[in-house]
């Protein structure tokens, strides 16, 4: 008599192994990326449950959220028991974890350092294959009052309009501009442009009492102030 395959379904496991349990009655705090990603998922494959399937995919990405949300749909469709529909809802759920982030940074509303220009930034361009260029625009107690996308370019370079920042800034009554851009190749040295488009904006910028009190280089993982190194 042929045996039946083993189900690795989650509901089919001890209760000392079932993620979804663990986090009803211990709390998320106690599960690991893997047991997470498992509820997720719900199931694995033949050979092995959601939580091993899930943890040779963080072996993959090196154990790093940040990777794996890099991965494509199709990517994530090579891994076996990870079909269409599991790897859209592994791929909403990480968007939906870097949106959260974003949304956090910006009711600190109050910007207070460099870092938290970056903490409010890079979920937004740090990870980005192109260029793009930002503005935040900021009241008197250096407030959030609105940060916004002035041009998005290749990966060599963006084009920034001074008049439109100019133009933008008085809409929105800001009296502080804090200036944003990422490098793709990860890089953190400004280059000539950064310096003279920086320079021309706080030029322009001071003759309408706005000031420009910082501009940041942001990358995945680290950034470059021009307020923090002196060269604003």
């Known amino acids: 008599m042929q045996e039946r395959p083993t189900s690795f ?37 033949r050979e092995e449950s959601a939580v091993a399937l899930c943890k040779r995919i963080f072996a993959s990405v090196d ?45 600190k509303k109050k910007i207070s350092s460099s870092n938290s220009v970056f903490e409010l930034m890079q979920p937004i361009i740090g990870e980005l ?3 793009e260029f930002w503005i935040i625009f900021l009241n008197n107690s250096n407030k959030v009052i609105q940060k916004k996308q002035l041009s998005k370019g290749g990966i060599t370079g ?12 008085l809409e929105v009554g800001a009296t502080g501009l804090i200036l944003a851009h990422n490098h793709p190749s990860g890089t953190l040295k400004p280059s000539e442009a950064d310096k003279q488009l920086t320079n021309k904006l706080k ?27 002196n060269v604003l």
């Open 9 to 45: 379904s989650i509901k089919n496991w001890s209760q000392d192994d079932q993620p979804r349990e663990k986090l009803l009655y211990k709390g998320k705090a106690t599960l690991s990326d893997a047991e997470l990603l498992a509820i997720l998922i719900g199931s694995g494959n």
């Open 63 to 107: 154990n790093n959220l940040s990777e794996l949300g890099k991965l494509s749909i199709s990517q994530l469709m090579e891994y076996k028991g990870i079909g269409e529909a599991k790897a859209i809802t592994i791929a909403a759920a990480l968007e939906l974890g870097r949106r959260r982030r974003g949304e956090e940074a910006l009711e």
């Open 129 to 131: 294959e192109h260029e």
């Open 158 to 169: 963006t084009l920034v309009d001074v008049r439109l920042v100019l133009k933008s800034a």
């Open 203 to 229: 030029t322009a910028s001071e003759s309408l009492d706005i000031k420009v009190l910082d501009h940041l280089i942001v990358t995945e993982k680290a950034y470059f102030s021009f307020a923090d190194e």
